[in-house]
Antibody
């Protein structure tokens, strides 16, 4: 079964750091580009970051640029998101999402269950 | 503030049809493929439509997608109570170098 499982969320103070992980199973992570998408309480999804299969292409949303770093370890079938200088507005459920390789356009065909990040003092 | 605009809500009686519009611009919908996602309460978004009008395996043909110019539309026929959810369009924005989601539409079966 294809599965993505996020971990690492929790309560952190403003200005703090957190590292999220996403473990992939049921498929070979190295064959897929990956993303992080977040959803604040009561809001719609907001794309956060993209990393290509070989890590040579990376994109970030303007709202997190300079504070967040996406990375991957294909040997461990894992995706990561290092978040620094966290703000209250970063409070959200963070999902990892896989890019469908059979599609002509960018589309997210598999999502994890999400991990909640709460930034509060 | 999203660059893709959707109506906040649509509703219809069970068995009827609803359509959801998604309006964008030439930098996103106009030159890129559109996807649609369904999000049931308390769950992660689920892919419904990709490449404007293709359905992933397991998605019933009651769901359909289309695109014209800088707008896209999701159609749901034979509306069921189980279809009550939030629906989001999404596509790549070439000017922003970012993936963008629509504002979201809540579907209600009256």
């Amino acid at each position: 079964e294809v599965q993505l499982v996020e971990s690492g969320g929790g309560l952190v103070q403003p200005g703090g750091s957190l590292r999220l992980s996403c473990a992939a199973s049921g498929f070979t992570l190295s064959n897929y580009s990956m993303n992080w998408v977040r959803q604040a309480p009561g809001k719609g999804p907001e794309w956060v970051s993209y990393i290509s299969r070989s890590r040579n292409i990376i994109y970030y949303a303007d709202s997190v640029k300079g504070r967040i770093t996406i990375s991957r370890d294909n040997a461990k079938n894992s995706l990561y998101l290092q978040m620094n200088s966290l703000r209250a507005e970063d409070t959200a459920v963070y999902y990892c999402a896989r890019v469908e390789i059979a599609a002509d356009g960018t589309t997210f065909d598999c999502w994890g269950q999400g991990t909640l990040v709460t930034v509060s003092s | 503030q999203s660059v893709l605009t959707q109506p906040p809500s649509v509703s219809a009686a069970p068995g009827q049809k609803v359509t959801i519009s998604c309006s964008g611009s030439s930098s996103n919908i106009g030159n890129n493929y559109v996807s649609w996602y369904q999000q049931l309460p308390g769950t992660a978004p689920k892919l419904l439509i990709y490449d404007n009008n293709k359905r992933p395996s397991g998605i019933p043909d009651r769901f359909s997608g289309s695109k014209s110019g800088t707008s896209a539309t999701l159609g749901i026929t034979g509306l069921q109570t189980g279809d009550e959810a939030d629906y989001y369009c999404g596509t790549w924005d070439s000017s922003l170098s970012a993936y963008v989601f629509g504002t979201g539409t809540k579907v209600t079966a009256l």
